[in-house]
C-alpha cells in the first residue's frame, strides 16, 4: 500500500469503530444484560440463538464468526435511524481484514530449504533450547531482516530491542554474519545470551539496561547506519524503539508488535497525526481486544474453564449484594487445583482475599446458577465484540505506519508467518527515505 491506501484505510477503520463503539467497548463482566439490544435486536435475537457448544468454535475463526453473525448486523444497521451508519456497510470487509504475505526477502526460506545435511544438523543443535513454535516464529522474522534488497546498503549492523537471551539477535548474527547489539534489561537473561554468543563464536554483544530508563550514551544504542528490530516486543516497549529509533533517523526498522494494552498511561496515547485527531478513546481493556481469541482446548481444559468463569461470576453477584455495591471486583488469579474443590469453598476464598464476611444464611447454590447464567450472557457480549479484533488491531497498526511515514520512512505492513504459527504476524518494515 501506498502512503494515502494506508491513510485511506484508517478513515475507513476508525469511523467503523467509532460508529460501532457500543458493540465492543464495554467490559463484558459488567453487564447484567446485553448492552446494546435495544438498538441492535437482530443481533441480539441471533446470538442468543447460537447454542452453547458452539460459541468458541465461531469465536476462533474470525471468518466463521463474521460469516454468523454479519447478516444480522447489517439488518439493525439498514432499519437504524442514524443515516451516517449508512456507509458503514460498505466497510464491513475490515471486519476480517488480513494482511499480504511478506515478500522482502522470499530467498532466504529457499536456501534453507536447499541446506546441507550438515548445515541442518547444525542449526538443530543451534535452537536445540528453543521451543519449536518460538524457533517458527523467530526463523520465519529472521528471513524478513535483508534491509539492503530494498535500500541498496551494504549490510547494516542490528539493534535488537528487548532482547531477551537474544534468540533472534544470534540467528540473524550467524546468517549473515552482521554485527548484533542486544539490549536487555534482565542480567541474567544477558548473561545467557552472551554464553549462546560466545560458544558460537557470533559477533552479537549484550547491553543490559531498562528500555524505559535514559539509555547511557557511551553505550551508543541508537544511531543512523543500524537496522532496529523486535519481535513481539509488548506495548509502550514497542513504541518506545519506534520513538527513539526515529528520533535517531536509524535507516532501517523491522518490528512485529504485540501485547497493546501494556501500556503505563491508563489510556493509549496516539502517534501519528491521524489517530490523535480521532474520536476513539482507548483504555487498557479495549487495547486487549485484539488477543481475545478461544483456543479450542481439550475437553478437560474446556470444563475447567467454563467451571472457572461461571464460579467467577456467581461470587460477583454475592459480593454486589453483600456490599450492596452494583460494581465488579476483580478476585485474584486462582490454582487450578482449587477448581476441584466446591463453589462454597471458592467463595470463603475470595471473600477473604477481598476482605468481605459472608452471612450464615447464604444461599450458594443460587448464587452459583446465576453465575452459570451470566456466563452465558458474557460469552455473547464478547462474541459480538470479537467482531471488531481484527479492525482494532488494524487501527493500532496503521496508527504505527502513519507515523514512521510522517517521520520520513517508506513502511510496508504484512505478515511474517501464517497465523497458526502466532496469531501476532504483524510485520512492520521501516526504511528511511528523507532526513
Known sequence: MSAIDYQ????????????????????AFECDHLP???????????????????????????????H??????????????????????????????????????????????????????????????????????????????????????TALPILEWCAGKGHLGR????QQQVNVTSLEWQTNLCEQGQAFANQWQLPQRFICADAFAPLNPNDKVFYPQQHAIALHACGDLHVRLIQLATHANTQAISMSPCCYHLIQHSHYQ??????????????RHDLQLPLQQSVIASPKQQALRLQEVAWRLGFDTLQRQIRGINAYLPVPTIKQSQLSGSFT??????????????????????????????????????????????????????????????????????????????????????????A
Open 171 to 174: 540467528l540473524v548474527a550467524k
Open 345 to 434: 469453598d471458592f467463595c470463603l476464598w475470595a471473600a477473604n482475599q477481598k476482605q468481605l464476611q459472608i452471612p450464615n444464611d447464604i444461599d450458594f447454590d443460587s448464587f452459583l446458577q446465576s453465575g452459570i447464567a451470566r456466563q452465558r450472557l458474557t460469552k455473547r457480549i464478547d462474541l459480538v465484540a470479537h467482531l471488531f479484533r481484527r479492525a482494532l488491531e488494524a487501527w493500532l497498526l496503521l496508527d504505527r505506519v502513519c507515523f514512521l511515514q510522517q517521520q520520513g520512512y517508506e513502511v510496508s505492513l504484512s505478515e511474517f508467518c501464517a497465523n497458526s504459527v502466532t496469531p501476532r504476524n504483524a510485520f512492520i518494515q521501516a526504511i528511511k527515505t528523507t
Open 270 to 283: 496516539p502517534l501519528s497525526t491521524q489517530v490523535k485527531a480521532s474520536k476513539l478513546k482507548l483504555a
Open 68 to 153: 454468523t453473525l454479519l447478516p444480522s448486523l447489517i439488518t439493525d444497521l439498514k432499519q437504524s435511524s442514524h443515516l451516517h451508519l449508512a456507509h458503514i456497510i460498505e466497510h464491513l470487509s475490515l471486519l476480517v481484514f488480513t494482511l499480504p504475505k511478506s515478500t522482502i526477502n522470499p530467498s532466504i526460506p529457499q536456501q534453507f530449504a536447499q541446506q546441507s545435511a550438515q548445515q541442518q544438523n547444525d542449526l538443530a543443535h543451534f535452537s536445540a533450547h528453543i521451543k519449536g513454535r518460538k524457533w517458527q516464529q523467530i526463523t520465519a522474522f529472521a528471513a524478513q531482516i535483508d534491509p539492503q534488497l530494498q535500500t541498496k546498503l
Open 8 to 27: 485511506h484505510t484508517f478513515k475507513s477503520l476508525d469511523s467503523l469503530l467509532e460508529a460501532l463503539s457500543p458493540l465492543w467497548q464495554m467490559v
Open 36 to 66: 446494546w439490544q435495544q438498538a441492535f435486536p437482530h443481533l441480539a435475537q441471533k446470538v442468543w440463538q447460537i447454542p452453547d457448544t458452539d460459541i468458541d468454535t465461531i469465536d476462533a475463526d474470525q471468518h466463521l464468526l463474521v
